[in-house]
Structure formats: structure tokens, C-alpha cells
């Protein structure tokens, strides 16, 4: 049995080596990036008029000029105009090219257009005002967002500014979710007395989706021969096998001798924590990665939090999420020697701080339990009693 922390770097160690792909833009959201978005120009890309008014040469304005001729009008969209006369002014439009002599940009707000005359209404202006400068935010060729980053809204609004009409990103991974287990029936079906439905993969499917995974939900029963036969051409069709199921003890749980016999290498079997020690976990000499989740349906949930997304994104090429560290609300204790996932809610004390209200249900099986939990506080294995007030790691699921 191994420690949580040697399971976990285990399992970072063996990510995906996803391929690239080219998609369009409009198609590219939440993906992730596999090439640096740089400016193809500098930030703003002109001297950009940023409120609507007229512009000047500001030293007209310090030789005490305050009525200027309005000599014509530049629009956005328009190459810059001059103001050739520069006793004279140009009105001019937000998003407009600054015209050439002109410096300064004062608001409709600020000016009285009369008889095809400006009249300036205020005492202070500041030279180059109202103008957002050519380069201030971003420079031509600097880097702007770097390989690895998901494509979130200001990552996709940089991406079309700088004409990435298309985009290379990290092909999404395939992922063949698997429940095992003749006890379980569809979730269409109406089970009979001894059957329940199948839950886990839904649950798993909701977590690898939302994190940039293509899914598909399948069933196995317990049968070696049909297992080794079917999870053999899943090991082809699919770039990682999550099953759920089948790690324990017990005389149906064939995972780990299907995966030997399939030429999957077990990385580990059975983790010193709770819920989660029969966890396995394999590669293949192609490539592919095989979580053996156990089958209670809180084991398979913590698993998929504290093991597979972190390996998912990983493998999509993303930074690891630290856990938030939080106060326990009130002291518990767990006895065995194991790393405790206890189930929390998390709310905001009177001042203000985190805290996380212990609600272990009745055990590993008890997925209703978290219907009212928030997230689960990694308790270490080396102690019992954990105080009121005493902070620990917090893994978040809302
Ligand atoms: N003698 C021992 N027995 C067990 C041990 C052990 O160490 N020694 N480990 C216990 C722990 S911890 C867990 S977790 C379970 C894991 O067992 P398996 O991975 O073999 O899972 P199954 O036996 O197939 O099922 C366990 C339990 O979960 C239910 N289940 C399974 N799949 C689903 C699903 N897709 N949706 C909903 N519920 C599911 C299944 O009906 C069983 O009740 O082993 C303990 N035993
Ligand atoms: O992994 Mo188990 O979930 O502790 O029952
Ligand atoms: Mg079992």
C-alpha cells in the first residue's frame, strides 16, 4: 500500500501525450493551447481617439487659444487625416486614428460647436489627452499567452485580436468510462431487488467533461473472459480507461488480472487512505492509462477529484490547482492509520474566514451524503484527532 502523496506524483508522472490539432477560433473555447499567442501588431495598433470630440495641437492651447474652426471629421475605420491648419481642429470619433498634427482630444461633453466653431468650455487640459497611444499595452511580437493556457474569454478575445483564425490545441483525450459489476443495471432500467443503477460513471462523466475530456459511458459485467476481450479493443479505441469497480477483494474483482493479462503495467494497486485504498493504476507500453477506481460510489468520486482531473489536466497540458486550506468548524477523529478524505460543507465564519463543517454520511457508499458537502479535507494518516480551528487541505467539487 502506498501513500497518497507517492500515488498522486505516480500519477502525474504518467500523463497523456496528447497530439495537436488545428481548429478554428469559434471552436477553440476552454481548450488548451499548444502554440504562444504573440501580437502580430503593437497594442493599441494607432494612436487610438478614446472619446468622441474634437482634436488639437496642444500648444495652441498653452499660446491661449480657445476657439478652434472645425476643419472636418475623422470617423473610425478612416486612415488618418492631418490637421493641416493648426489654429483649426478635426472632430473626431472613439476608435478613430488620431490625424497627423493633432496631439490632443478633448470631449463633446467639454467644447460648444457653434456656426462650424469649437469653443472650449473647460480651464484644464492635459496634453495628449482622450488618446489611448500606439504600443502602451503590448508591444509587436511580445508573447502575450503562453503554451498551456485553456482558452478562457480574454485568452479567446487575444486570440482573434491577433488573427488566430485557427488554433493549435491539445486534441481532446478519449476516455472510455467503464462500470463493472452485475449488481448494476441503465439508469432507464427499474432494478430489480438486488440490482442498483449504474451511478459512477455519470458522475465521472460530469467531471472529465468539464475539464476537456470526450467521454463515453460503458458497462462490463463480471465476467473475466468478456472483460479481457472487450477492454483489450477499448485499450485501442480509447486513450485512457477509467473503470469502477472490481479493484477489491472480492472473487468478481478481475481489473487487476485483466489489466496483467492485457499487458497493462500495474503502477499501483491500494492507497493508504479513505475512501480509495483499492485504487489501481496502470500504463501501457503504447501509451495509454488505465484508472482501476474503487466501486463505492464516494470512493470513485474522491478518486476522480484528487487523482484523474488533476492527471487530466496534466495531460491537457495545465497547471496543477493547489487545494484551498481551510479550518475545521468543529474537532474529529479518525483512527486507522490512513490518509481520511472526510466529506465537508464550506461556509464564511462571522469573521470572515473559510471553514469546513465535518459530514462523513455513513461511509464510502453514501453518495447522497454528498448532495450537502462541498469539497473533502485531506486529513494526514499520522494522527487521530483533529482540532476545532486546526487547518487542512480542502479538495473543492462545486
Ligand atoms: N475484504 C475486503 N473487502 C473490501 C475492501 C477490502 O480492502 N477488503 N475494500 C472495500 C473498499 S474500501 C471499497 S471502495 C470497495 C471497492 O470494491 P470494488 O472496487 O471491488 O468495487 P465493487 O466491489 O465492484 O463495488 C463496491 C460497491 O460499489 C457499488 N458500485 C460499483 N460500481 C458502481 C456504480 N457504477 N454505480 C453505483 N454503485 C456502484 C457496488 O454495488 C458495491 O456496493 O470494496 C470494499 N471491500
Ligand atoms: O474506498 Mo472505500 O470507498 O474506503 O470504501
Ligand atoms: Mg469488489
Given at each position: 500500500m502506498?501513500?497518497?502523496?507517492d ?5 502525474l ?9 488545428a ?7 476552454g ?14 495598433p494607432?494612436n487610438?481617439?478614446?472619446m ?20 472636418g471629421?475623422?470617423f ?13 481642429c478635426?472632430e473626431?470619433m ?8 493633432a ?7 467639454d ?8 469653443q ?6 492635459k ?6 497611444h ?22 479567446m ?15 481532446l483525450p ?12 441503465d ?7 438486488y440490482?442498483?443503477r ?11 467533461q ?13 465476467e ?5 476481450t ?19 477483494a ?5 481489473v487487476p ?21 483499492p ?6 507500453d503504447?501509451g ?10 464516494v ?5 476522480a ?12 497540458g495545465l ?5 484551498s486550506v481551510v479550518?475545521?468548524?468543529?474537532s ?10 472526510l ?14 463543517e465535518?459530514?462523513p454520511g ?10 450537502r ?13 483533529f482540532?476545532?480551528?486546526?487547518a487542512?487541505?480542502?479538495?473543492t467539487?462545486?
Open positions: 502506498i501513500s497518497v502523496a500515488a498522486y506524483s505516480i500519477v508522472n504518467n500523463p497523456l501525450v496528447l497530439p495537436t490539432e481548429i478554428p477560433l469559434v471552436q477553440a473555447a481548450r488548451v493551447l499548444r502554440e504562444p499567442l504573440t501580437a502580430d501588431r503593437d497594442l493599441p494607432f487610438r481617439v478614446s468622441d470630440g474634437i482634436a488639437i495641437a496642444y500648444r495652441t492651447w498653452t499660446s491661449g487659444q480657445r476657439q478652434f474652426r472645425v476643419a471629421a475623422q473610425a475605420g478612416q486612415p488618418a487625416q492631418t490637421l493641416a491648419d493648426e489654429t483649426a478635426l473626431v472613439t476608435g478613430a486614428m488620431l490625424p497627423a498634427g496631439d490632443t482630444v478633448i470631449r463633446y461633453e467644447v460648444q460647436i457653434t456656426d462650424g466653431v469649437a472650449i468650455q473647460i480651464d484644464d487640459i496634453p495628449g489627452q482622450n488618446v489611448h500606439q504600443a502602451t499595452d503590448r508591444k509587436q511580437n511580445e508573447e502575450l499567452v503562453p503554451i498551456g493556457t485553456r482558452l478562457g474569454p480574454p485568452e478575445a487575444v486570440a482573434a485580436s491577433v488573427g488566430k483564425a485557427t488554433v493549435l490545441v491539445s486534441k478519449r476516455i472510455a468510462l467503464i462500470s463493472t459489476g452485475d449488481e448494476l443495471v439508469v432507464a432500467a427499474t432494478p430489480k431487488p440490482q442498483i449504474r451511478s459512477n460513471t455519470y458522475l465521472l462523466q460530469t467531471v472529465l468539464a475539464a476537456g475530456a470526450e467521454t463515453v459511458l460503458l458497462h462490463l459485467p463480471d473475466a473472459d468478456t472483460m479481457e472487450d477492454l483489450k479493443t477499448l485499450l485501442t479505441d480509447f486513450d485512457a480507461l477509467v473503470l469502477s469497480g472490481g479493484v477489491s472480492g472473487k468478481a474483482d478481475f488480472g485483466v489489466m496483467e493479462r492485457l499487458g497493462v503495467r500495474q503502477q499501483f494497486h491500494q492507497v493508504a487512505q479513505r475512501p480509495g485504498k485504487l489501481w493504476f496502470g500504463t501501457s503504447a495509454k492509462v488505465v484508472f482501476g477506481l474503487p466501486g463505492n460510489p470512493s470513485t468520486f474522491l478518486c477529484y484528487r487523482y484523474l482531473l488533476p492527471w487530466l489536466r496534466a495531460s491537457l497547471s496543477v490547482v493547489q487545494p479550518r475545521l468548524k468543529r474529529i477523529s479518525f483512527i486507522p492509520k490512513l490518509t481520511y478524505f466529506p465537508v460543507s464550506l461556509s464564511v465564519s462571522a469573521d470572515g474566514i473559510w471553514q469546513a465535518p459530514l455513513s461511509g464510502s457508499a453514501d453518495y447522497a451524503n454528498l448532495l458537502c462541498d469539497g473533502f479535507m485531506e486529513l494526514p494518516p499520522d494522527r487521530s484527532e482540532a476545532e480551528g486546526e487542512f487541505p480542502v479538495y467539487f462545486r
